[in-house]
């Protein structure tokens, strides 16, 4: 369960301990200053939390929890940290204990709050906005993430470089053993079929010769990309043309 802190309303929460004990949480909780506003929060997922608020010299203290994302306030303010703290430890554990403080859920409708309360609504409210905008953009972020990367592969895949992800490559030079028409599309397409030598061994590849590319017959050099450590695994790209030496186009 991870242990998180936020010191001030303006203030970034952080991360205080990835697997919170006992011990972590009561340190925490004696280590602020609660004459400021702080918040503690205990957090085993997105739908199943609890956060304890406010400070000692005006608004007052708060503990708000959420149980498959259900959201529920304490109904009146924590006698002190302490009892934060308790209420802390209980949720660690898993101990439903800690709801004898009394507890209202955000669905059911309450009494109008008075005006010495107003303040620590006011707080808990504050809290959980910033708590969920957080949510919001952390989660905006990882769909940005997984479809520039899945993207990414994507375009690796169209243009056949998946296969070198990673890996230690090279260049050589292959020779065209044969050249195929296939019918594709309404149409043909050359398959030309290489090979090329590496460590005293030979091998294969292929690659649909269009027009883009240019014709290819039996005998033309070629430059390929290859796997060092899987040699099989190649593309071709380049052609050498006879210029009154061999070289390769740029």
């Known amino acids: 369960m991870k242990l998180l802190a936020m010191k001030g309303l303006s203030g970034a929460q952080e991360l205080v301990a ?15 200053d609660w004459s400021g506003f702080n918040s503690v929060t205990l957090e085993r ?21 959420e149980e498959n994302g259900v959201q529920y306030f304490s ?34 409708s309450v009494a109008p709050l008075s005006e010495t309360n107003y303040g620590l609504w006011k707080v808990r409210f504050e809290v959980l906005e910033k ?8 989660n905006v972020l990882v769909a940005v ?4 990367g899945f993207g990414f592969i994507f375009h690796l895949g169209s243009i056949g470089e998946l296969k070198f992800l990673a890996r230690k490559t090279d260049h050589t030079s292959a020779t065209v053993t044969s ?19 590496f460590g005293g061994k030979v091998y294969q590849g292929s690659f649909w010769g269009t027009t883009s590319i240019g014709s290819f017959k039996k005998g033309d050099v070629i430059q390929v990309k290859f796997v060092v450590d899987n040699p099989s695994r190649s593309k071709m790209t380049g ?12």
């Not at 990835?18 to 602020?32: D, G, P, R």
């Not at 599309?185 to 090979?195: C, H, I, L, P």
């Open 179 to 197: 050249v195929s028409a296939r019918y594709l599309k309404g149409g043909y397409v050359n398959v030309v079929n290489y090979e090329f030598d």
């Open 45 to 65: 997922d997105s739908k199943n939390w609890m956060d304890v608020s406010g400070n000692l010299s005006g608004d007052g203290l708060a503990i708000v929890f």
């Open 239 to 250: 052609k050498f043309v006879d210029m009154g030496s061999s070289k390769s186009e740029d």
């Open 145 to 148: 993430l997984l479809v520039g």
């Open 75 to 108: 109904e009146s303010a924590p006698a002190s940290v302490e009892e934060m703290g308790e209420a802390l430890k209980l949720f660690l554990k898993n101990d439903d204990g800690f709801k004898r403080l009394g507890f209202v859920s955000a669905n059911e």
């Open 18 to 32: 990835e697997f919170a004990t006992e011990q972590v949480v009561c340190e925490l909780i004696h280590s602020l």
């Open 131 to 138: 708590q969920e905008a957080r949510r919001r953009w952390f």
